[in-house]
């Protein structure tokens, strides 16, 4: 944990203002070979906590750029609510999965939908594609896959 926002988080309610950590987007990551990057949600804990959710997955195998590279191993998963399509939580294993987190945690942190981030551009070839078809998989139907 990046101990970093909860000492601006403390700064900020010394001061007379709303400090404030989303424990549910800061990113664990585990840099092993391949990465393994998590934000948000588990199935378990959903399942735990009886929310009606969407899987997305998409696999590295998928994926032009891993495949340029010869890192194709591992996959992106998306969770999102059933019911909101709000992103609960996302799982990667993978190349580069330590920064492709980022961008889970950027849709979690401002309430994005996996829609929302399917319909954004993303820069061809790149491994960030494969999050972005994951969350078309959590809404829809992933092109490549």
């Known amino acids: 944990v990046d101990n970093t926002w909860e000492g601006i988080a403390c700064v900020e309610s010394l001061a007379g203002f709303a400090g404030h950590v989303n424990y549910d987007a800061i990113p664990g990551v585990v840099y092993t070979f391949p990465e393994v990057a998590t934000v948000g949600k588990s199935e378990d804990e959903l399942k735990e906590e009886g929310v009606a959710y969407n ?54 942190e401002y309430g994005a939908s996996s829609e929302d981030i399917a319909r954004t551009c993303h820069a061809h070839p790149t491994l960030s594609e494969a999050f972005k078809e994951a969350c078309m998989a959590t809404y829809d139907q992933p092109i490549h896959f």
């Open 55 to 108: 899987v997305g997955n998409f696999p590295f195998s998928a994926n032009s750029r891993a495949r340029a590279v010869d890192q194709s191993d591992g996959f992106v998963k998306i969770l999102s609510c059933k019911t909101t399509d709000r992103i609960l939580g996302c799982h990667i294993i993978g190349p580069n999965a330590g920064e492709m987190i980022a961008e889970a945690v950027l849709g979690m």
